[in-house]
């Protein structure tokens, strides 16, 4: 089983709509942290937010909003008024202690296509 | 100028050659990370260094091997390539020195094709 789940593989939608990614997430650990990173078309990889597992307090920033549930194991990610720049590829991911230290474990990915 | 370069950027080779991707960073971190991205797989973690003198296999190590010559510099090798292989490869770094230790910082990539 994975360790992080995006089961949207690719979405569709038109600028200005809201468009929300899921993200869902599986550990026993009680102190870990979730990810967000964004792959646009030129290929870079860009971290974007990082959560704790005590903090549940959604976050936004500009068009950007985290819904952070521990009672659900997701992080989901919320776009508001998409633009045709927010078109990438999204990652959510999970970090888990291994050995004394915390290595982060990636999920698929979820393509996002804006179109004008 | 970037803060982790990767080099090549692209690269083609054939079946059995031995090749290295190498990365360099100039952010002072200590940690650093080779993932390969396949379509549809997402990010897969090969092989990480907390210094120097630490070298830790990933998830998928089978095939290949690194070394960390330097604190900026962490190398990843193919000793015989083969064409499933064949992915994107990224350098990442991240900094025990804050709290956030496992926050990942990445090169740009190197598209690799084994034939």
Not at chain 1, 74 to 97: G, M, P, R
Not at chain 2, 48 to 63: A, H, L, M
Request: with cysteine; hydrophobic share 30%; glycine share 6%.
């Amino acid at each position: 089983a994975q360790k992080v789940t995006q089961a949207q593989t690719e979405i569709s939608v038109v600028e200005k709509e809201d468009v929300t990614l899921d993200c869902v997430y599986e550990t026993r650990d009680t102190t870990y942290y979730l990810f967000w990173y964004k792959q646009p078309p030129s290929g870079e990889l860009v971290f974007l937010i990082r959560r704790n597992s005590f903090d549940e307090q959604n976050e936004i920033s500009g068009r950007y909003s985290w819904n952070f549930q521990k009672s659900t194991s997701s992080f989901n990610f919320t776009i508001t008024a998409s633009q045709v720049v927010d078109s990438a590829v999204y990652f959510c991911a999970l970090s888990e202690a291994r050995g004394g230290s915390y290595i982060p474990t990636f999920g698929r990915g979820t393509s996002l296509i804006v179109h004008p | 100028d970037a803060d982790v370069t990767q080099t090549p950027r692209n690269r083609i080779t054939k079946t059995g050659k031995r090749i290295m991707l190498e990365c360099s960073q100039t952010k002072g971190h200590d940690r650093m990370y080779w993932y390969r991205q396949d379509p549809g797989l997402g990010l897969r973690l090969i092989y990480y260094s907390f210094d120097v003198k630490d070298i830790n296999k990933g998830e998928i190590s089978d095939g290949y091997s690194v070394s960390r010559q330097a604190q900026a510099k962490f190398s990843l090798s193919l000793e015989s390539a083969i064409p499933n292989q064949t992915a994107l490869y990224f350098c990442a770094t991240s900094d025990s020195w804050t709290q956030r230790t496992d926050t990942q910082y990445f090169g740009p990539g190197t598209r690799l094709t084994v034939l």
